[in-house]
């Protein structure tokens, strides 16, 4: 009874008498493990919600802090928002920002990727549709104007809208007015349109790939989110946030951080968010290394990457496979693991002439 009453009372565990020394040992590094755990997740809750301006992206760069500070300002105007940026920068964050700090926030959220529904189908997704308009239109079906009436639509890669859906686009945003396909009779909605692109929206007009006068109604405020190689000091707290998540009792290595913050991060955050999930599962260790990161990270980031002229493609591969040799001190089984490939493979590459270290 006393055992039950102390762990109510928040004791870690009990020990049963007569009590070994091991036993006792080991349960004591187990209750301070737990608490430094407890420590560590609390700390890191304060660190996220200090550089967590909008939900979900996390900052401590300056440039983007400063756009992110200004949302309220704009989310109370009710202007149409062109959020622009590459893939994986957090622009569907920052739009549900937008919804959620607006007038609009007690009315839906819509949003839809205009590159992902094809052309005969992205009016129809957008307008709705009358019973009978079109094979396969076997019931009327409003579009996403009427289903966020009072709401936020947002047009995520809008750049990819085909000029024939443009026009109707544009006629919806300035009368609140649109006819769904087949139907001769307007619709009504009043929706606050914010809209993303990763393309140059400016270059697509002197192509003629984007309407002007639509540009113009898109953009009554522009927000350009930085890439990830532009924020190089959000890397660890990104990928510290996002080990925290997957697997709270691993860290990262100082030399795996350097690693991350040396790679170009053509995906973004999404693509630093998927290598530290791919780097917790497979990674058996409580600290991730630079060897537990995807190959061609580490690729982009060897030293020998600046290549001396003169060299044929074999001599590269020579040179880069003994300087993982090295870094593994010269253990084959590690390094053809870090190299990921098999290690009979390595040993043909290198040769048979090479001593082989002892296991």
Not at 57 to 78: C, F, G, V, W
Not at 244 to 250: D, V, Y
Not at 291 to 311: C, F, M, S, T
């Amino acid at each position: 009874s006393t055992a039950i009453e102390a762990m109510k009372l928040g004791a870690y565990d009990y020990i049963t008498k007569p009590a070994r020394m091991d036993e006792i040992e080991v349960l004591v590094l187990k209750a301070a493990e737990k608490a430094r755990l407890r420590r560590e997740n609390l700390a890191l809750k304060v660190r996220v919600q200090r550089h967590e301006v909008v939900e979900g992206l996390i900052t401590e760069d300056p440039a983007l802090k400063d756009i992110l500070a200004s949302l309220e300002r704009i989310a109370q105007a009710d202007l149409p928002v062109l959020i622009q940026g590459e893939s994986g920068t957090g622009k569907e964050l920052v739009a549900r920002a937008v919804h959620r700090l607006s007038p609009r926030s007690l009315f839906a959220f819509v949003a839809i990727n205009c590159a992902a529904v094809p052309e005969n189908l992205l009016e129809s997704e957008l307008f709705g549709h009358e019973k009978g308009s079109f094979t396969g239109a076997t019931v009327r079906k409003p579009g996403l104007f009427e289903v966020a009436d009072r709401g936020v639509v947002f047009l995520d890669e809008v750049g990819e809208i085909p000029p024939t859906v443009q026009v109707k686009l544009l006629r919806a945003i300035e009368s609140k007015e649109f006819f769904r396909v087949g139907s001769t009779r307007p619709v009504r909605a009043d929706v606050r349109i914010v809209s993303a692109t990763n393309k140059n929206l400016k270059s697509e007009m002197q192509g003629g790939g984007f309407r002007e006068d639509l540009y113009y109604r898109l953009n009554g405020v522009t927000l350009k989110l930085p890439p990830l190689r532009d924020r190089k000091g959000d890397i660890p707290l990104l990928a510290k946030h996002f080990a925290h998540r997957f697997a709270p009792s691993k860290k990262l290595s100082a030399r795996a951080l350097q690693t991350l913050q040396d790679y170009s991060w053509p995906g973004n955050v999404r693509e630093l968010q998927m290598v530290i999930q791919r780097a917790t599962i497979l990674s058996t260790k409580d600290t991730l290394e630079s060897e537990d990161l995807p190959l061609d990270i580490q690729d982009q980031n060897w030293k020998g990457g600046a290549v001396r002229a003169g060299l044929t493609l074999a001599d590269m591969e020579r040179e880069y496979i003994e300087t993982v040799l090295r870094e593994n001190e010269g253990h084959r089984g590690r390094t053809a693991k870090a190299l990921g490939i098999d290690p009979k493979t390595l040993y043909n590459k290198l040769g048979p002439e090479r001593p082989r270290k002892k296991d």
